[in-house]
């Protein structure tokens, strides 16, 4: 069983629509929880950052951390076509990252 | 702010010979940066952790001699691929762990360069 597990997709989805993104996780030593937008053949771009469990509101990016069921989540409000990437999720332990594989997401006009 | 650049962005090399592929972080100091090599539609595997001023920390199954990572300053680091077969043939993404106090932010963010594709022919 992999440390984090993220469905791949892909994941396409009419414009203006709201979008899901989910992680799972088996190590509960994690405590800092980030979201990640990657471009094709493009580094990664840091979206969103969260210590511990909780929410966090960035425009119409929301990450959610559940550390009791080992899940987060990050919504995409009103989606563009311009949000149409792979989305990342990564974890922390010791400053370490340990990604997941990524879901890909198509955000049709 | 956070931006971290890579050079070259793409090189295509002979097999047996070496690459060097610079990641620098452009307006903030990181003791700290990270090596991560990503393959077609899978995510980003970890190669080695790289500390300005010591060796580097590499990954299981990472060989450390065939993948040489310097790291002489606050904001350079680079990895030279020796030897480079077709099998290394791949994208290559550094990041770098901003200071701790110097920025502000958090010691556990990281931020990425735009990548490196290496083409061993």
């Known amino acids: 069983q992999k440390e984090v597990e993220q469905d791949p997709g892909p994941l396409s989805v009419p414009e203006g629509a709201i979008v899901s993104l989910n992680c799972t996780y088996s190590n509960s030593a994690f405590q800092y929880f980030m979201w990640y937008r990657q471009y094709s053949r493009k580094g990664p771009e840091l979206l969103m950052y969260?210590?511990?469990?909780g929410n966090k509101e960035d425009g119409r990016f929301t990450a959610q951390v559940d550390k009791s069921s080992k899940y987060i989540s990050l919504f995409i409000r009103d989606s563009q076509p311009s949000d149409s990437a792979t989305y990342l999720c990564?974890?922390?332990?010791?400053?370490?990252?340990?990604f997941g594989q990524g879901t890909e997401l198509s955000v049709k006009p | 702010g956070a931006v971290v650049s890579q050079h070259p962005s793409r090189v295509i090399c002979k097999s047996g010979t070496s690459v060097k592929i610079e990641c620098r972080s452009l307006?903030?100091?990181?003791?700290?940066m990270f090596w991560y090599r990503q393959f077609p539609k899978q995510s980003l595997m970890l190669m080695a952790t790289?500390?300005?001023?010591?060796?580097?920390?590499?990954e299981q199954g990472v060989e450390k001699d065939k993948f040489l990572i310097n790291h002489a300053s606050l904001t350079l680091s680079t990895l030279t691929v020796t030897s480079a077969h077709p099998e290394d043939s791949s994208f290559y993404i550094c990041?770098?762990?901003?200071?701790?106090?110097?920025?502000?932010?958090?010691?556990?963010?990281?931020?990425f360069g735009p990548g490196t594709r290496l083409t061993v022919t």
């Open positions: 969260t210590y511990s469990s």
């Open positions: 790289s500390n300005e001023g010591s060796k580097a920390t590499y």
């Open positions: 307006d903030f100091q990181a003791t700290t």
């Open positions: 990564a974890m922390s332990e010791g400053g370490k990252l340990i």
């Open positions: 990041s770098a762990e901003p200071l701790s106090g110097t920025s502000g932010r958090s010691s556990y963010e990281q931020y």
